[in-house]
């Protein structure tokens, strides 16, 4: 789960950082309490610089654990936006698969429901390469396609079930 996790919304630098929104990260403190890694936790609360407003809450999770980021690099994360996490999904037994997924998901993953429309989506870089999770939802039998946009906000992509078969997915992870 971790490992998803850093994956969606990790940094690779002199440390292992994880920054999201406060509410979003601060349940999952307990999964990384399981983890033999010294991890610190720094809380923040951003203004922002145009409006002057108080913005959301945020937590890092920070190590500096030499061991870890010599895998994490090792199994290409510092390249993350770019390639596909192959390397480490090849590591991990295929039962455990679907707890990376979820850290990836809780990460970068959306699903919405509202009136007729029914979708589930995860979102990265424009030359994300998505055919993990292609060759994943094709093993749920779930359809799927892949968009790319390079818009006036900028470039990404998205990888995204739009039926019914989201349910498929979800129970899944």
Same mark, same amino acid.
């Given at each position: &789960?971790?490992?998803?996790?850093?994956?969606?919304?990790?940094?690779?630098?002199?440390?292992?950082?994880?920054?999201?929104?406060?509410?979003?990260?601060?349940?999952?403190?307990?999964?990384? !309490?399981? %983890?033999? %890694?010294?991890?610190?936790?720094? #809380?923040? #609360?951003?203004?922002?610089?145009?409006?002057?407003?108080?913005?959301?809450?945020?937590?890092?999770? *920070?190590? +500096?654990?030499?061991?870890?980021?010599?895998?994490?690099?090792?199994?290409?994360? !510092?390249?993350?936006?770019? $390639? $596909?996490?192959?390397?480490?999904?090849?590591?991990?037994?295929?039962?455990?698969?679907? &707890?990376?997924?979820?850290?990836?998901?809780?990460?970068?993953?959306?699903?919405?429901?509202?009136?007729?429309?029914?979708?589930? =989506?995860?979102? =990265?870089?424009? #030359? /994300?390469?998505?055919?993990?999770? =292609?060759?994943?939802?094709?093993?749920?039998?779930? *359809?799927?396609?892949? +968009?790319? /946009?390079?818009?006036? &906000?900028?470039?990404? $992509?998205?990888?995204?079930?739009? $039926?019914?078969?989201?349910?498929?997915?979800?129970?899944?992870?």
């Amino acid at each position: &789960y971790i490992f998803g996790l850093i994956w969606a919304d990790g940094y690779i630098g002199d440390r292992i950082d994880i920054t999201m929104l406060y509410d979003d990260l601060y349940p999952m403190l307990d999964i990384f !309490d399981q %983890v033999d %890694v010294d991890w610190k936790f720094i #809380e923040r #609360e951003r203004i922002d610089n145009r409006s002057g407003k108080l913005m959301k809450k945020t937590l890092t999770i *920070r190590t +500096s654990d030499k061991k870890m980021k010599k895998f994490l690099l090792s199994m290409d994360f !510092d390249k993350k936006s770019k $390639s $596909s996490p192959l390397k480490i999904l090849n590591l991990i037994d295929t039962d455990n698969i679907k &707890y990376f997924i979820r850290g990836l998901f809780d990460g970068d993953g959306c699903f919405y429901h509202k009136g007729n429309t029914k979708q589930c =989506s995860i979102a =990265s870089n424009y #030359e /994300q390469n998505w055919d993990y999770m =292609s060759n994943i939802f094709n093993a749920l039998n779930c *359809r799927n396609y892949i +968009s790319r /946009q390079d818009g006036k &906000y900028g470039k990404n $992509s998205v990888i995204r079930i739009t $039926s019914k078969d989201f349910i498929k997915f979800g129970d899944y992870m």
